[in-house]
């Protein structure tokens, strides 16, 4: 099986080429560094994105906080980690970069405030 992946590591977007041996062993073609050679053997075996969301927040004029993984997480667990972020209520002061929930949901990966509140 064979599968064309865009390496989205940096701005040159290089074309990948990834074809299936078996289900654990694949040729790379077309990668122009180790970083795009790494991100197109996850993306085929482990693919990982970062979370995005909000969380509730009661502060002046804001009632949303933006917030994120700080880390890419398994793609598997960006659903639960939707739900689980829902339950969050924030009502301190929080600056860009804060810690919000360590480990989140034990992706390995902190869930941290894009924005200062
Ligand atoms: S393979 Fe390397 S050079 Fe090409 S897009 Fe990925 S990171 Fe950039």
Redesign the pocket.
């Known amino acids: 099986m064979k599968r064309t992946i865009i390496?989205t590591?940096?701005p040159?977007?290089?074309e990948i080429e990834a074809e299936f041996t078996n289900a654990s062993d694949i040729v790379l073609k077309g990668?122009?560094?180790p970083?795009?050679e790494r991100?197109a053997k996850d993306e085929c075996l482990a693919p990982k994105r970062v979370f995005t969301s909000s969380v509730r927040a009661e502060a002046p004029g804001r009632r949303m906080l933006p917030v994120r993984t700080k880390e890419p997480i398994a793609k598997e667990m960006l659903l639960p980690c939707a739900e689980a972020v829902r339950q969050i209520r924030l009502d301190g002061s929080v600056k860009a970069g804060d810690v919000i929930r360590k480990d989140f949901l034990g992706t390995g990966s902190d869930l941290i405030a894009s924005m200062t509140l």
């Open positions: 390496c590591v940096c040159q977007g290089c990668f122009s560094c970083r795009g991100y």
